[in-house]
Nanobody, 118 residues
Framework: QVQLVEAGGGLVQTGGALSLFCAAS????????MGWYRQTPGNQRELVAT???????IYGDSVKGRFTISRNIYKNTVTLYMNSLKPEDTAVYYC????????????WGQGTQVTVSS
């Protein structure tokens, strides 16, 4: 099965930047969408950004213009470039790999903490 390994979380000041990395291993279907979601205590997990196999990216409204997602299809990796960070971006960030065609699955990484100090 697909497994995801995340890296890159940490502490940054308001206005700073961080990059999150996610590497997938296992059987990955060509239609798999990969991306990042985030969650804070007491709240539901929300979309940060996803990217399809053909490079189509979707961003959550709160991060548009500040975050950029990139995918290396050959290496099965996804990078989230986070810029102009705000305290509201503080959350646990989870990598996700989801497939909805032929075979359905949704796999999550362990989560990595991003903290933006005010």
């Amino acid at each position: 099965q697909v497994q995801l390994v995340e890296a890159g979380g940490g502490l940054v000041q308001t206005g700073g930047a961080l990059s999150l990395f996610c590497a997938a291993s296992g059987r990955i279907f060509s239609t798999t969408i990969m991306g990042w979601y985030r969650q804070t205590p007491g709240n539901q997990r929300e979309l940060v950004a996803t990217i399809s196999n053909d490079g189509e990216a979707i961003y959550g409204d709160s991060v548009k213009g500040r975050f950029t997602i990139s995918r290396n299809i050959y290496k099965n990796t996804v990078t989230l470039y986070m810029n102009s960070l705000k305290p509201e971006d503080t959350a646990v960030y989870y990598c996700n790999a989801r497939n909805d065609v032929k075979v359905s699955y949704s796999v999550w990484g362990q989560g990595t903490q991003v903290t933006v100090s005010s």
